[in-house]
């Protein structure tokens, strides 16, 4: 039998690496962008730190992951936004095709409405951030394409955040991320980033815990509404 030769990259072992079960918990606990040790790790996964050591060479190897040392302890994390993509893309597709793990308790509803996807702000409130910046003709969207507008560059930079900075960087100044538990996107990029790093900087969300999800503070809600509400001002901050 005739096989082919096929060009450009291979997905298979990527996609091996990321299915492992114990992998996958291990992966979608570092996607809420913190660093976790092993043992962390290990009770994501619910498997032994042995096994959970193997694991970890594995995706440090492909470049999935990277690895600092503090003290006595090793610090993992995703290896970079490209992962992350790849991970919450995962994810989506999980929750589109029903494959939802249950996990009851208190946590669930602080996760769809606010969370922390990679290093941006999702659930309810990221949509919501979304829905009220393209409104405000501060954001355009083409398709799943989406544009810092000259009014929006204003409005930024009235919240103090640096734009010229922002679009310096490697990654996409905007990007819609579609959230697995909306179904509808919100706003990632480097944009989504320094928002969420803003409103922690101001005070307005806290993270619950360990987990990826956020609490806005009541005067951080009211702030958040104010702000980013339907009446928005792009020449004016918060």
Do not use: Q
């Given at each position: 039998m005739c096989r082919s030769v096929k060009d450009g990259p291979s997905i298979a072992p990527v996609a091996a690496l990321a299915g492992d079960p114990a992998r996958a918990n291990m992966l979608a606990a570092l996607s809420g962008g913190m660093a976790l040790t092993a043992s962390e790790l290990a009770a994501e996964a619910g498997i032994t730190l042995q096994t959970t050591s193997s694991h970890l060479a594995k995706l440090a190897a492909a470049g999935l992951i990277s690895a600092t040392r503090q003290g006595r302890h090793r610090y993992f994390r995703l290896a970079d936004n490209d992962v992350a993509q790849m991970i919450e893309a995962i994810m989506n597709v999980a929750a589109r095709t029903g494959q939802m793990r249950t996990r009851p308790g208190?946590?669930?509803?602080?996760?769809?409405?606010?969370?922390?996807?990679?290093?941006?702000?999702?659930?309810?409130?990221?949509?919501?951030?979304?829905?009220?910046?393209?409104?405000?003709?501060?954001?355009?969207?083409?398709?799943?394409?989406?544009?810092?507008?000259?009014?929006?560059?204003?409005?930024?930079?009235?919240?103090?955040?640096?734009?010229?900075?922002?679009?310096?960087?490697?990654?996409?100044?905007?990007?819609?991320?579609?959230?697995?538990?909306?179904?509808?996107?919100?706003?990632?990029?480097a944009l989504g980033a320094a928002l969420l790093k803003r409103f922690q900087e101001l005070q307005w969300i806290t993270r619950i815990g360990e987990s990826r999800a956020l609490r806005f503070t009541p005067a951080g809600e009211i702030h958040f509404l104010k702000t980013f509400g339907g009446g928005i001002d792009p020449k004016s901050g918060s």
């Open positions: 208190p946590r669930d509803p602080a996760l769809r409405r606010a969370r922390i996807c990679y290093d941006h702000l999702a659930g309810e409130m990221g949509v919501s951030l979304l829905d009220t910046l393209l409104h405000a003709n501060c954001i355009a969207r083409e398709h799943d394409d989406l544009t810092l507008t000259k009014s929006g560059a204003d409005f930024m930079d009235g919240f103090c955040i640096d734009i010229d900075r922002l679009s310096a960087e490697r990654r996409p100044l905007c990007r819609a991320c579609l959230d697995w538990s909306m179904r509808r996107h919100h706003l990632g990029g």
